[in-house]
């Protein structure tokens, strides 16, 4: 029920703040709200929300900081917004750790899809609910628990957030199959795919740095150019 899940809201714009509050409320979200990346922290700390909005351009601390400071300790699903539409604004932002990203002005049901997408994806991770069941897919020394929500490297854990889960699962689902960039997105952003090389791109980047020993030269997850991503035993 929407009603289980808080959603932070930070933006400097009081006008903007307003709108993404109501939109949330009406539809069934509780929600806190921040105006700067330093109060932003300090309530993910204090009230432990299932989801951020966070805007990229504010003082003190702006969104791209705080996405990495929240980074540090949580995995929770961030949705960035930006007045730029630039492709190296929005790669930042992804590089950050933002899951996903949406270019002001933004139409309200968009922006209550990409949440709900969020949320599901969350909750499929096990840090809303318990898991259930018990599976575990291993491929090398490389193992996702399944049951556990957990990537198991080499004997070590290893840190995900919900959209590196997802893709991991479904590359690792598959061993050896090509899944081309299209195909990754509307699986798990659960959208129509356009224009999604890049963000698919940073995505994949951040799950190689933290599995490959070389993420340059990858053993596990690797590019099939002018097709996608594979991964497969090395």
């Known amino acids: ?4 899940y808080r959603i932070l809201v930070v933006d400097d714009d009081f006008s903007i703040v307003h709108i993404l509050e109501t939109a949330c409320r009406q539809a069934g979200y509780q929600v806190l709200t921040a105006h700067d990346g330093e ?7 204090a009230e432990s929300p299932q989801l951020i ?8 601390c702006n969104g791209i900081l705080a996405t990495v400071r929240i980074r540090e300790n949580h995995n929770i699903p961030i949705l960035m917004l930006s007045a730029k539409a630039e492709g190296s604004d929005r790669v930042l932002g992804l590089e950050a750790g933002a899951d996903d990203y949406l270019v002001k002005p933004f139409y309200q049901q968009e922006l209550l899809a990409r949440v ?5 994806r969350y909750d499929d991770l096990g840090s809303i609910r318990e898991a259930r069941g018990e599976e575990q897919i291993a491929v090398g ?5 399944t049951a556990a929500k957990q990537l198991i490297v080499r004997g070590e854990p290893v840190r995900l957030t919900a959209t590196e889960y997802k893709i991991l699962q479904m590359l690792m689902s598959h061993p050896g199959r090509v899944f081309s960039a299209e195909e990754i997105y509307e699986r798990v952003w659960e959208s129509d795919a356009y224009a999604v090389e ?14 490959e020993l070389n993420p340059k030269k990858p053993e596990y997850l690797k590019v099939v150019w002018g097709i996608g991503y594979v991964f497969e035993a090395p």
């Open 116 to 120: 709900r997408a969020l949320l599901r």
């Open 39 to 45: 109060e932003a922290c300090r309530l993910v700390e």
């Open 141 to 145: 020394d490389v193992i996702l628990d």
């Open 1 to 4: 029920m929407a009603e289980n």
């Open 53 to 60: 909005i966070m805007d990229v351009m504010m003082p003190q």
């Open 198 to 211: 890049n963000t698919v791109m940073v995505h994949i980047s951040r799950i190689r740095e933290k599995l």
